[in-house]
């Protein structure tokens, strides 16, 4: 394909348990080191042992955003002989390749002397990395973002039951809760997960907790306590195919309605779906803000391909970002309160009266509105000003659009990564003068496509959707329009 | 802080002669001789007709959801250790719809004080079948009887992990008053299963029935011999109804990373620097 011409994509694929995925990542690092852009994409079954893992090593000069589908080099590691084949995989690629087998020495430990044999019997083919192009690049996957974002925000408290594919944030936060003075605790499922969070939050700690489309099923009624008691709490919710145990170990984004309509009654939701590793950094940093300041639940809603793929960016930095304190009750200061499931009044107390009814669920809802006034940026839009066709999509395929609209020069792309509140003006007026929208979405139903509609009377009627698990690849995204 | 201090302003809303009034009664009298108040103390319930009761005492409190009290107790614990807290659940919010909550509380023996309103009975939906009915008590739900067994949550306690385990009835007073203060001094998770009549619902488990029919354990039980306190843990019936410390030994509690509260800039540079 002619848009990703300028992309050098490595397949790595060998039987699950083969180490698959970091032979990928010790070759996408030494790519990195040289300054290069690279993006991992793997595809593994939902087996420990057996079956066939793959990883496609994304390499370019200029910032990768996507996965191309077809590779240009396939490398089978289960051809290869020796204990560490994955090891000796790397040596062999990087040689190939034209790089530097010293520039990841540090992740080799004691298997450098099987990478280097790897890399000794190995000859030049592709000497893409052989000429550096600038400074090393991160690379950063969407759970060490959403975990670093946290940890950033001031995390006190996470409790998360294991699930895919957030597991990563928990093995994150797990291993570095001493050293910065939080606590992680594995609960024994993800309905206990959101009453400690609610628990640890109402004692004023700064709480989260994340999960699959499954395990916040099980947490809705506690996305609805959150906001009737007024609990802040974020929510990471990395969605998986569904529905069920779906397909745990693809991607879909398919958790929106889900998320949109947690818990039952009416109260504030307020939902961000950040587009790539450094959008989920930053959203939720300022979800732990955003859920003190409306004291209200905060979900981020990721998915498979921002959770388990590493991209580069030139840096990352907390920059002028600052943790925001708001003043809330808390147990132990002396002060008479009730944290209630039950309507209440001022001090929490149950009741029924109508007025104090009125009262307070006005109280609630209307934090939705402040926050749409307060908070809500404008969405970004890509591409030129004036298009002959304008894509809206939302969360992880901003990558794969992105690299699509390189070769669509008169395709423009409206990015929602904030769905609730929703920027109803900003949307309706893009959407409302354009000459073509299509609605590109990983789920069958066109769920942003309804809820667009639902806030801005807008009806798209052309769509993009897909639903196998597979990620968008820029190659179709181009085909299709 | 003196019983009048405690009054919130609201009464008690349960039916004429509920065993909740003897459970109420006892909490305070602890309250006020162990010195608990909002400074050091928190109360956590779940939903059933015990629950109402945080709306009768004035202590900082949270009612969560039917069968969660526990995991909620539990995050306020981990995030503020100071705090003695107590949580009230009942038969079916604790042993029915929390069950899972409650086993694996006992198994990691966090420092709460749980006390378990039994009225062997789901009374605030107006009288169905819990997992404490007998075999064969008709509701609303059993007409023809209960076809189910009842457990035993002392046994189930025990073997699950908690270290504090006893049984006390809600019209003992000062006995109830003094169980929840040791439950309380106790380091480790500590359950009261306490047996209380409803006088509108449960026909058969009556003041009557209890008084006649639960005695003291003897004073030389040995609170430390597991086996020993499993074996009278599954003594029911006639006259056979034991009431008392069951159960009581010191494990060691893990020590979790102390959290200093309130918001704070988090440098997180290192990480960062890991990424290259």
């Known amino acids: ?481 | 802080m003196t019983l009048e201090d405690l009054n919130p302003g609201c009464s008690p809303t349960w039916c004429p002669g509920c065993g909740n009034f003897g459970v109420w009664a006892a909490f305070k009298n602890a309250v006020v001789a162990s010195g608990w108040d909002n400074t050091n103390s928190v109360l956590v319930a779940g939903i059933g007709c015990h629950g109402h009761m945080l709306n009768f005492v004035k202590m900082t409190s949270f009612n969560g959801l039917h069968g969660r009290a526990i995991p909620v107790a539990t995050g306020i614990k981990l995030a503020n250790p100071k705090l003695n807290t107590f949580v009230f659940t009942g038969d079916g919010d604790c042993l029915g719809e929390g069950g899972n909550h409650f086993i694996h509380a006992c198994r990691r023996n966090h420092d709460l004080t749980v006390i378990l309103h039994d009225n062997a009975l789901y009374s605030l939906t107006t009288g169905q079948t819990s997992p404490m009915s007998a075999k064969g008590a008709k509701t609303k739900s059993t007409p023809g009887g209960n076809p189910d067994e009842p457990f035993s949550p002392l046994t189930l306690a025990i073997s699950a992990g908690a270290t504090f385990v006893a049984r006390a009835f809600s019209s003992d007073i000062p006995k109830l008053a003094d169980l929840i203060a040791k439950a309380n001094a106790h380091k480790g998770f500590a359950l009261i299963d306490v047996l209380q009549p409803c006088a509108t619902f449960n026909k058969d488990y009556t003041y009557q029935f209890f008084q006649e029919n639960t005695y003291p354990l003897e004073m030389d039980h040995d609170v430390t011999n597991k086996i020993l306190a499993l074996e009278k843990s599954q003594e029911w019936g006639l006259k056979k109804i034991p009431l008392g410390i069951f159960y009581q030994v010191q494990k060691e509690t893990f020590v979790y990373p102390e959290i200093s509260l309130g918001a704070k800039e988090r440098d997180i540079s290192g990480l960062l620097k890991n990424l290259y």
Request: proline share 5%.
């Open chain 1, 1 to 481: 394909m002619k848009n990703s011409s300028n992309i050098f994509a490595v397949r790595i694929s060998g039987i699950a348990g083969e180490g698959v995925k970091t032979a990928g990542q010790i070759v996408a690092k030494a790519a990195t080191r040289a300054g290069m852009h690279t993006y991992n994409y793997v595809e593994y079954p939902s087996l420990i042992r057996g079956g066939r893992n793959l990883i496609t090593v994304n390499i370019s000069s200029e910032p990768v955003l996507a996965s191309k589908k077809t590779p240009d080099l396939d490398f089978d590691i289960s051809k290869i002989s020796g204990v560490h084949k994955n090891i000796i995989a790397v040596g062999t690629i990087l040689k190939m390749l034209g790089g530097d087998l010293e520039n990841v020495r540090d992740l080799l430990f004691d298997q450098y002397d099987e990478a280097k044999s790897g890399f000794d019997n190995a000859a030049q083919t592709n000497p893409i990395l052989s000429s550096r192009s600038g400074l090393a690049k991160i690379l950063i996957n969407g759970n060490e973002a959403a975990a670093m974002g946290a940890i950033a925000a001031g995390l006190q408290f996470a409790s998360i039951y294991p699930m895919s594919p957030v597991s990563g944030i928990l093995h994150f936060l797990a291993e570095h809760q001493r050293e910065f003075g939080y606590i992680y605790k594995q609960p024994e499922d993800e309905i206990a997960a959101v009453n400690m969070s609610i628990g640890a939050s109402f004692a004023g700690a700064r709480a989260m907790t994340a999960t699959s489309g499954g395990g916040f099923c099980l947490m809705t009624e506690g996305v609805g306590l959150a906001g009737m008691t007024e609990t802040p709490l974020v929510i990471i919710n990395g969605m998986r195919g569904g529905p069920a145990t779906g397909l745990p170990t693809w991607s879909e984004q398919g958790d929106l309605n889900l998320v949109l309509g947690a818990g039952q009654g009416d109260f504030p939701r307020i939902v961000l779906a950040p587009g790539d590793a450094k959008e989920i950094f930053e959203q939720t940093r300022l979800a732990f803000n955003l859920a003190e300041k409306y004291r209200t639940p905060v979900i981020v809603l990721i998915d498979k391909n921002l959770c388990d793929h590493d991209q580069s960016f030139d840096e990352m930095a907390n920059g002028e970002w600052q943790v925001e304190s708001y003043e809330r009750k808390k147990p132990g200061t002396g002060e008479y309160f009730i944290s209630n499931s039950y309507e209440h009044n001022d001090f929490g107390q149950t009741t029924e009266e109508i007025s104090e009814r009125n009262l307070h669920m006005q109280k609630r809802w209307q934090k939705l509105s402040e926050c749409a006034k307060n908070d809500l940026p404008t969405p970004k839009i890509y591409g030129p000003e004036e298009a002959t066709t304008t894509i809206v999509s939302w969360g992880s395929t901003k990558g794969a659009v992105l690299e699509a609209l390189k070769e669509l020069p008169e395709v423009n792309f409206l990015h929602l990564n904030w769905v609730s509140p929703f920027p109803t003006e900003a949307v309706q007026k893009f959407l409302g003068k354009a000459k073509r929208v299509i609605n590109v979405e990983q789920n069958i139903s066109g769920q942003m496509g309804s809820w667009i509609t639902r806030n801005t009377g807008i009806t798209i009627v052309e769509n993009i959707l897909k639903y196998d698990g597979r990620p968008f690849f820029p190659e179709e995204i181009i085909e299709k329009i």
